[in-house]
Structures are given as structure tokens and as C-alpha cells.
């Protein structure tokens, strides 16, 4: 029979099994060996993290490769990553003391890292960066740290036409030089209502920076001034507007359809599946969709207030940068790696485009020739735009690493009617300054 | 638990009946403190070495990391830099914090209809695994599965598509004619249920832990009860639940905690986003994301010392509660 006593050690000896099943496999979680073992150049053991997909990790190994026969001495450790992961992992390691030598920057985390004293300031370090275009280094520095970062790539906004879908509702590529946000949304209803159920002209954009951006620069602001949110109330409920409107005129499909979306791999998505025929994405993106769809995909601008492309108040980013760490042990040998990276034509012919367009002058004339069609479209739309642009957007502030989050949050909540697009502008302003601050 | 033959000074087994571990702790004590402390045993260094890799588990990923965590949870620490003592910062900043308090909510949702349901589902079935039928051990573990698998991403990978817009279940309600049915998990209504849904699911070792206890009650109660012409339902009403009711609290206790720190389930199924519109976003979500994406690892030190008070908080309850309902036989 069960006495209290027995009950007792079964509640003891139950839980202490879980506890050691449960330090199995965290157990064993060593890390990687550390830096390298002196600051000499010409021989180190380096460390290299990025987030990419498995094109990117291919070509980086090839890169690592190539620059065996340049340093035979270096070795460079590869660490792959995947976007959602790598941003805890590179915070855990930073806290550990154990932060890669050389990794993969994000605009959205520099100055979370660079403004603690993570980064390495590269210009001191000698990179030489006298090929870049002009304004294409000037986005990594940050203040009181230097050139914390390097550009990688070039980027810009735009829109992706899947051009099978407008055939199949019999609906004209619209001109994008031209188009306003109005067409867009009419041009997706028209596409919706000549297929059939289930297919929609466009995906939800409520909850996309890049798009809000673009949005809020045209009417004269910007994601950030100062350090604080550049944005006024009215500019982020007119955006909740018109993203209830996708909604409501079904431009668009629902929200719990948006959602789920969201949350899909590029693959499965609607629009690689065919199930919707425009959506947005960074020009460094365009090689990974246009493989998704069957015909390949039409570059478009994004659409302007003023029916003017001069007006679409475009810009640049860096798609991403290299950086290298404070504690790096090799310092040297990690800067020369960068410098391999972004400066050799080389190393360029083997990345390509697609961390972005390079920001090397001599590397870009280097490849564009040889690219393929595909990645001919990406560097086409940037070189098109380049007369149109806006100002340079301020670098965004810590915290502001998470304004997305905040975005869709408030912008989720608008779509299921928890939220008026007045409130939810509301909202995004006060949590951001909550984040900033 | 046999001593070797012979070389035993403190014969402590010459009970009656087998004694419990704690009973054979407690007199291993004893023994000790008439004077065994002092005496060179063989046994004693090898005892240390097969308690070593216990000891530095829970020094390196228990007891170190929860002091660490005591002393952040009054600092400021982005991860980045070193930490800045802040005070009670942190615990005024969550007072005020609305997006905590929703993940309470959610929270406490999930672990006072979840572990009813789960504990219920238990119960229901070890009682019709325990009416010896046929092939038992093949259905025990049959059931016992889904407690193996529950917990892994892949579950809730599966669980993802199969309550999506477009998934299993929304398909089969289809061909019953239900049609433009939400997606489960991605509408703010719902999302939650179907975690609760995936939790109790996991049923399996509460199970198992319901068996072993049916298996103690001595057949001559029910043979009893019989006789005196007691029905299938006053049986199951008035001799397994009282003779069961430790085991229910044990289950109980267990469960409540377990569930208070789930955190995979709505880390996948959402994304890692605890949506839609934060429906999902459980106390341990809206910790990982404080600490590691938005970089402020003292207040997620401070809401995990929080959550251990609550857990606390409520096992104090349930054993309090347990002198009203727990029925032991000694």
C-alpha cells in the first residue's frame, strides 16, 4: 500500500530523473575552440559567423577556401547560422567572452554591439576602403567607435511580381515609375477577383520595415531622427490605414492567413507557391525568389504618394557587413581576412551578389559581367534607382533592433480588430520610445 | 538495495518490510552520527567519484547559475557590457510592464486548464489500461509516445501545419462540410487552445505513474465491494480515488510545475514570436526574448526569480491544501 513515505521518495527520485535527462544533451555543449593564438597575421586561427541560407554557407566555404592559398598559414573555422537563431547565439557568446573573430552584422544590431565596445574600429585596424562608392562605408561608423563595420553589399527596397499570376487574372504589369499606393492596392483587388479563391494580388505589408520606411520617408520623415522614433502619429496611422485596407478591399488575404504566412519558409510561402503575385523584399533577395517561381520575377519600385518615381525617396542599406571583434586575439589576421573579403576581386567573383551588390567599385565591375540573369535583375533595379534616391537614413539606435517586433505586433493586433490604425500608430510609437529608451 | 555480504558494520536492513529510500537515508544518517562519520569507509572515496559528475551538474548548471542570476536580477546587464547595479529597478519596471502581466495570464491559463485536462486524460486511461486486458504493454507505450515526442520541436512543427489554414484538421472538417475555418494557430483566439491541446496530449507519464499506483490497491477492497453489490462507478468513486489521492498529489504538484516552465511548444508553434498578438506568449517566452533578443538579461534574471516565487507560491498551496484530500494508509 502507498504510505507518506513512499510518496515522498517517489517525489524525490521522479524528479531527479528529469533533471538528469534533462542536462543530457546541454551537458556536452561545449564551445568551439577560442581566438587564435597570437596576433601575428600570417598565422591564426580565426572564427567567422554568419546567418545565411545554404547558397550563402557554399560560397563562404569556398571563399574560406580560396584564402587558403592566399594565407596558407590562417585558418578560418566556419560557424553557419541561421537569421532567428544566430542573434541569441551571438549575444550568449559576447556575454561568455567567446564571440566569434569575424561576424556577419546586421544595420538593425551595430550600434547594439559596436556602442558596448564589441567591435573593432576596422579603419584604425588599416582596411583599406578607398574602392567604395561613395556613402557606402559612411553606413558603418559608428560614433565614438569609428568604422565599426564594413559593408558587405548594397541593398535596396522593392517590390516582386510573380508575372504567371498577373496572366492568369489578365491584369497589365503596372508602371512603376508612375504608380501610387492607391494603384497598387487597386491593381491587387483586380488580381484577386480574376482568380480564383485563395489567390490574392498582394501579401499583407503592415508589418514590413523596409516598406514602412519607405512609407514614412515619403511623407517627409524617417524610421529615426536623433536617436528616437522620426515618425509622428498621423504618418503611422495613415500606414495602419491602408494595411486595413489590403485587408478589407481582400487586395490582400485575412489575418490569420497573413500570419501564418509569416511564419512560413520562403519555399512554402504564397508567393513562391503561386498563391499571390506581389510581394516585398531587399533586392539581395531577388536571386532566392526568382528561383521559388516557375517564369522568374519582375523588379518593380516600390510605388510613390505623388504618382513619381523621383519621390519614392529610395536609399541604400548595407545588406549586411562584416565586422570584427574587440577581443579578437588575432586582430591582424582578422582585419586582412576582411579586407579579402570585401576588397579582392577574387573573393568577390566567388560571393557574387548575394550578400548584396558589392560596394567595391573595382570588385563590382569585376563580376557584373559574368552574372547570371537572375542576379543581372537585382543589379539592374539598384543601378536604375540610383539617380531617385533620398537621403541616407539614420543608423538605428539601440534597441531599435527590436522595432519590427513592434510593428507586427501592433499591426497583428489592428488586423484582428483588437486595434483601431489610430491606436496601433499610437502603440508603435510608444513602445518604440519604450525599446529606445 | 542489498548490502554485500560480510563487510556491512551498520546492518540497518533488519526490518520487517523493505524499507523507502528516505527511510534508508534517514537511518544511514543516524548511524553515522554515532560515531560512523569519523571512520575511514573503502566505500567513502568511490562514493565521492560516482557523485562527481551529479555535483558538478548542479554546481555548474544549478545552484552557480542561480546565484549568478539572484545578483543580476538587481543590475542592468545588456550581455555586451558588464552589468550596472540598478536596484529595484527591474521589479519596479515590472510592475508597470502590461506585456508581462499578459504573459501571466496566458501563463496561468495554460497551467489551470491544461494540467486538469492532462491529469484527467491520465487518469481515464491507466484506469482502462489497468483492466488487464491483452497486449498491454503494446498500448502502454502506444500512449506513453506522444510524452517522449511532446516536448521536441518536431511535435510542434507537425502541430504548426496541422492546425494551420490549410491543415490536416481543417481538411478533414472539410469534407464534413465545415469550410472557411480559421487557421488554429495563427488566429488570437485560438492559438492558445491548441498548445493546451498539444500539453495534454502528453499525458504519458502521469500515466504511467497512475498505473503503478492502481497496481497497489489490494484487489480484496474491490472482491469486497462486490459482495456488498457496489457498482463499477461507486467502486471507481469510493475506493480508486481515495486510495489514488497520493498519487493524484503527487501528479498534481508535478504537472503544475512542469507546466509553469513550458516554453518549446509556444516557442515553436509561434515562431518565437509568442503570437498572434501575443496569445501565446508564455512567462518563459517573454523571458528568453528579455534576455537574449532584446538584451536586457537582468530583468529576464529578475522575472525568472519571479516565476521560481510563484512556482513556489503554489506548491506551498498545494501541499497546504493536500492535509484536506490526501489520504495516506499509514
Not at chain 1, 192 to 218: A, H, K
Not at chain 2, 165 to 186: C, E, K, R, Y
Given at each position: ?39 601575428d ?67 538593425k544590431?551595430?550600434s ?42 548594397l ?21 512603376d ?8 492596392l ?18 499583407q ?14 511623407a ?36 490569420s ?17 503561386g498563391?499571390v503575385?506581389?510581394?516585398v ?41 562584416w ?38 567599385l ?32 539614420e ?19 489592428m ?18 520610445a519604450?525599446?529606445?529608451? | ?13 533488519e ?23 569519523k ?22 548548471i ?5 546565484i ?5 536580477a538587481?543590475?542592468?546587464y ?69 510524452s ?10 507537425l ?8 491543415g ?22 485560438t ?46 468513486f ?57 538584451f ?35
Amino acid at each position: 500500500m502507498l504510505s507518506r513515505r513512499s510518496t515522498l521518495a517517489l517525489g524525490m527520485a521522479v524528479p531527479g530523473l528529469a533533471a538528469l535527462a534533462a542536462c543530457g544533451p546541454n551537458a556536452s555543449g561545449g564551445s568551439g575552440s577560442g581566438g587564435g593564438d597570437g596576433g601575428d597575421a600570417s598565422s591564426a586561427s580565426l572564427r567567422l559567423a554568419w546567418w545565411g541560407n545554404p547558397t550563402r554557407d557554399e560560397k563562404t566555404q569556398q571563399v574560406a577556401d580560396a584564402y587558403k592559398e592566399v594565407e596558407p598559414d590562417v585558418t578560418v573555422n566556419l560557424e553557419p547560422g541561421e537569421w532567428s537563431g544566430y542573434w541569441d547565439k551571438l549575444a550568449t557568446q559576447a556575454a561568455g567572452g567567446d564571440f566569434p573573430d569575424i561576424v556577419q552584422m546586421d544595420e538593425k544590431y551595430l550600434s547594439e554591439y559596436a556602442g558596448r565596445g564589441a567591435l573593432l574600429d576596422l579603419a584604425g585596424a588599416g582596411l583599406s576602403t578607398t574602392d567604395f562608392a561613395p556613402g557606402s562605408v559612411e553606413v558603418g561608423e559608428v560614433e565614438g567607435v569609428g568604422l565599426a563595420a564594413i559593408n558587405a553589399g548594397l541593398n535596396a527596397f522593392c517590390f516582386l511580381l510573380n508575372p504567371a499570376v498577373f496572366e492568369e487574372a489578365g491584369v497589365d504589369i503596372p508602371d512603376d515609375t508612375t504608380w501610387t499606393w492607391d494603384d497598387l492596392l487597386e491593381t491587387a483587388q483586380k488580381i484577386t477577383e480574376g482568380t480564383p479563391d485563395g489567390t490574392y494580388g498582394m501579401t499583407q505589408m503592415g508589418s514590413v520595415q523596409g516598406l514602412f520606411q519607405v512609407f514614412v520617408r515619403q511623407a517627409g520623415q524617417d524610421q529615426y531622427k536623433d536617436g528616437a522614433a522620426g515618425f509622428d502619429v498621423d504618418t503611422a496611422t495613415k500606414w495602419f490605414e491602408w494595411a486595413k485596407e489590403i485587408q478589407d478591399t481582400k487586395a490582400g488575404p485575412d489575418a490569420s492567413v497573413s500570419v501564418e504566412d509569416a511564419a512560413q519558409a520562403m519555399d512554402q510561402s504564397l508567393f513562391a507557391t503561386g498563391k499571390v503575385a506581389m510581394t516585398v523584399a531587399w533586392s539581395n533577395q531577388v536571386v532566392a525568389h526568382d528561383g521559388l517561381v516557375p517564369d522568374g520575377v519582375t523588379v518593380l519600385r516600390p510605388p510613390s504618394m505623388t504618382g513619381s518615381a523621383a519621390d519614392a525617396e529610395l536609399w541604400y542599406k548595407a545588406s549586411m557587413y562584416w565586422a570584427v571583434s574587440a577581443k579578437t586575439q588575432s586582430p591582424e589576421a582578422a582585419v586582412k581576412f576582411v579586407d579579402f573579403l570585401v576588397n579582392s576581386p577574387d573573393a568577390g567573383k566567388i560571393l557574387s551578389v548575394e550578400r548584396g551588390v558589392p560596394g567595391n567599385l573595382t570588385v563590382r565591375e569585376a563580376i557584373v559581367p559574368d552574372l547570371d540573369e537572375a542576379n543581372t535583375k537585382a543589379v539592374d533595379y539598384l543601378n536604375s534607382i540610383e539617380q531617385e534616391l533620398g537621403d541616407a537614413p539614420e543608423i538605428t539606435p539601440q534597441g531599435g533592433g527590436q522595432f519590427e517586433d513592434i510593428l507586427t505586433r501592433a499591426c497583428e493586433d489592428m488586423l484582428f480588430g483588437k486595434l483601431s490604425p489610430a491606436e496601433a500608430g499610437q502603440r508603435v510609437l510608444d513602445d518604440l520610445a519604450g525599446a529606445l529608451a | 538495495m542489498q548490502s554485500p555480504p560480510g563487510d556491512r558494520p551498520h546492518n540497518f536492513h533488519e526490518g520487517k518490510k523493505p524499507m523507502s529510500a528516505v527511510g534508508e537515508l534517514a537511518s544511514i544518517v543516524s548511524s553515522r552520527k554515532k560515531g560512523g562519520a569519523k571512520e575511514k569507509h573503502p566505500d567513502n572515496k568511490s562514493a565521492a567519484v560516482f557523485m562527481t559528475p551529479w555535483l558538478l551538474g548542479f554546481l555548474g548548471i544549478t545552484l552557480i547559475p542561480m546565484i549568478a542570476s539572484f545578483a543580476l536580477a538587481f543590475t542592468d546587464y545588456s550581455l555586451l557590457a558588464p552589468p550596472e547595479f540598478v536596484g529595484l529597478e527591474n521589479i519596479k519596471q515590472m510592475i508597470s510592464d502590461t506585456r508581462l502581466h499578459n504573459s501571466l495570464v496566458v501563463t496561468f491559463i495554460y497551467v489551470f486548464v491544461g494540467t486538469p485536462l492532462q491529469l484527467i486524460a491520465a487518469l481515464l486511461l491507466a484506469v482502462l489500461l489497468n483492466q488487464g486486458m491483452k497486449g498491454l504493454s503494446f498500448y502502454r507505450s502506444i500512449f506513453y509516445l506522444p510524452s517522449l515526442l511532446g516536448g521536441s520541436v518536431a511535435i510542434a512543427i507537425l502541430w504548426r501545419q496541422m492546425f494551420g489554414a490549410n491543415g490536416l484538421i481543417n481538411q478533414v472538417a472539410g469534407m464534413f462540410g465545415f469550410t472557411d475555418l480559421p487557421g488554429w494557430v495563427s488566429n488570437p483566439d485560438t492559438a492558445l487552445g491548441t498548445i493546451i491541446l498539444l500539453h495534454v496530449w502528453t499525458f504519458g507519464s502521469p500515466m504511467i505513474i497512475f498505473l503503478a499506483g492502481l497496481r497497489q490497491i489490494p484487489e480484496m477492497y474491490y472482491e469486497a465491494a462486490s459482495v456488498d453489490g457496489a457498482s463499477t462507478m461507486t467502486k471507481f468513486f469510493r475506493i480508486t480515488i481515495p486510495l489514488l489521492t497520493p498519487i493524484i498529489f503527487f501528479n498534481v504538484v508535478l504537472q503544475v510545475i512542469n507546466a509553469f516552465q513550458s516554453f518549446t511548444q509556444a516557442f515553436v508553434v509561434s515562431g518565437g514570436t509568442g503570437g498572434p498578438s501575443d496569445s501565446t506568449m508564455f512567462y518563459t517566452l517573454y523571458l528568453y526574448q528579455k534576455g537574449f533578443t532584446q538584451f536586457d538579461m537582468g530583468y529576464a534574471s529578475a522575472m525568472a526569480w519571479l516565476l521560481l516565487i510563484i512556482v513556489a507560491f503554489f506548491t506551498a498551496i498545494n501541499f497546504f491544501v493536500s492535509k484536506f484530500w490526501v489520504f495516506y494508509d499509514d
